[in-house]
T-cell receptor, first 112, second 113 residues
Framework: GQNIDQPTEMTATEGAIVQINCTYQ??????LFWYQQHAGEAPTFLSY????GLEEKGRFSSFLSRSKGYSYLLLKELQMKDSASYLC?????????????FGTGTQLKVEL | DVKVTQSSRYLVKRTGEKVFLECVQD?????MFWYRQDPGLGLRLIYF???????EKGDIPEGYSVSREKKERFSLILESASTNQTSMYLC????????????FGPGTRLTVL
């Protein structure tokens, strides 16, 4: 089965850096996704990691360690608009019908 | 841009009614998915489809069925709605190629009275 853990809530200050952690235990692994979801809206894709290491995309970076079953999403230069839920999702297999298992999400609140 | 649309943003139904939720994607994607999202439980996969007329059960298929007669359309059916099916329902699609990220529709907030 799959088990994905991430903190329920985090609070950070505008302009700061925040790291959102995700640990997973899955039967088979074919990649880890991060999605952002603003209140009342659909999740949108942020990043994807399949190999160990850091993937950087502007203010957002995502890290993966497959041996530790661990990932984090790093948000730099926080802005108020970054207040949202961040969802960690694992792809347990590849090929067609690439379904995902999602964590429960981390609600990030950015304050002045 | 990929566009995934869902037939309704808000829906109110009564217990025992048959409910149809429709999802359409315009990017010729192979894969389509139905999730429900509940506070504290996150996104849970109900059913998915990797081809026309093909379907596979997700983690919580009980009480639901699906139909995919055309590539662009994936329907979720509640045969006899119950109050515990009150939830936000999200449809998604993916190409089946490359990173294969999923693109989500805006969601349907279903309330069963």
């Amino acid at each position: 089965g799959q088990n994905i853990d991430q903190p329920t809530e985090m609070t950070a200050t505008e302009g700061a850096i925040v790291q959102i952690n995700c640990t997973y235990q899955t039967s088979g692994f074919n990649g880890l996704f991060w999605y952002q979801q603003h209140a009342g809206e659909a999740p949108t894709f942020l990043s994807y990691n399949v190999l160990d290491g850091l993937e950087e995309k502007g203010r957002f970076s995502s890290f993966l360690s497959r041996s530790k079953g661990y990932s984090y999403l790093l948000l730099k230069e926080l802005q108020m608009k970054d207040s949202a839920s961040y969802l960690c999702a694992v792809s347990p297999r590849g090929g067609g019908g690439n379904k995902l298992t999602f964590g429960t999400g981390t609600q990030l609140k950015v304050e002045l | 841009d990929v566009k995934v649309t869902q037939s309704s943003r808000y829906l109110v139904k009564r217990t025992g009614e048959k409910v149809f939720l429709e999802c359409v994607q315009d990017m010729d994607h192979e894969n389509m998915f139905w999730y429900r999202q509940d506070p504290g439980l996150g996104l849970r996969l109900i059913y998915f489809s990797y081809d026309v007329k093909m379907k596979e059960k997700g983690d919580i298929p009980e009480g639901y069925s699906v139909s995919r007669e055309k590539k662009e359309r994936f329907s979720l059916i509640l045969e006899s709605a119950s109050t515990n099916q009150t939830s936000m329902y999200l449809c998604a699609s993916s190409s089946g190629q490359g990173i294969d990220e999923q693109f989500f529709g805006p969601g349907t907030r279903l309330t069963v009275l």
